[in-house]
């Protein structure tokens, strides 16, 4: 069954300091994969997507990567900000048309940054 | 460009009442979606549309209905609510879903969050 695995499930940090958050998937044949920032009470926001022949990619203070062979990709935020506390969600692609999206989402990891 | 607005953005409803959450894009995208977030298990998919005038079923869809009678609109009915149905609702688009979604990115509404007593 394809999942989408996310971790860690919460995470504290300071400010200032940076974070790895952690998402491996089964989806296969895979497409790509994205991170979506979602701030409490607001809908999710598209971070950066990456495709089968990318291995990183950077937004600003966010770096996500992509290991396509262990189907593993981490999201990298440097110098934390109080602004980036939020889920982050995980979402890959089949690679393949269907009448459904194929998107397999990941439950989140909710990042707490105190000042 | 307000890109995807729902309605309401909260609402407590008695159990077996029915109940319709709206959503409107204006980003002329061909493909809708809803989804319900509840705590510990994502976002999960309740019905699609790829094009106006065809809607699909997502993982979760029953006790709820969809119609897509022109682009912009994708309303998501609840015909009997029950207590389970207490979620938030998410509505998204995409430029294009299905075979043609490509890297397709979602565009989320800020959400409405139902509860069913």
């Known amino acids: 069954k394809n999942q989408v695995e996310q971790s860690p499930q919460s995470l504290i940090i300071l400010e200032g300091k940076n974070c790895t958050l952690q998402c491996n998937y089964t989806v296969s044949p895979f497409s790509n994969l994205r991170w979506y920032k979602q701030d409490t009470g607001r809908g999710p926001v598209s971070l950066t997507i990456m495709t089968f022949s990318e291995n990183t990619k950077s937004n600003g203070r966010y770096t996500a990567t992509l290991d396509a062979d262990t189907k593993q990709s981490s999201l990298h935020i440097t110098a934390s900000q109080l602004s980036d506390s939020a889920s982050y969600i995980c979402v890959v692609r089949e690679n393949y048309g269907g009448s459904q999206g194929n998107l397999i989402f990941g439950k989140g990891t909710k990042l707490s940054v105190k000042p | 460009i307000a890109g995807i607005t729902q309605a309401p953005t909260s609402q407590i409803l008695a159990a077996g009442r029915r109940m319709t959450l709206r959503c409107t894009q204006d980003?002329?995208?061909?493909?809708m979606y809803w989804y319900r977030q509840d705590l510990g298990l994502g976002l999960r998919l309740i019905h699609y549309?790829?094009?106006?005038?065809?809607?699909g079923k997502g993982e979760v869809p029953d006790g709820y209905s969809v119609s897509r009678a022109n682009t912009d609109d994708f309303p998501l009915t609840l015909a009997s609510a029950v207590p389970s149905q207490t979620s938030v609702y998410f509505c998204?688009?995409?430029?294009?879903?299905?075979?043609?979604?490509?890297?397709?990115?979602?565009?989320f509404g800020e959400g409405s969050r139902l509860t069913v007593l």
């Open positions: 549309s790829n094009t106006a005038g065809t809607t």
């Open positions: 998204a688009s995409s430029l294009n879903g299905g075979v043609f979604a490509n890297t397709g990115e979602l565009f």
């Open positions: 980003m002329r995208h061909n493909a």
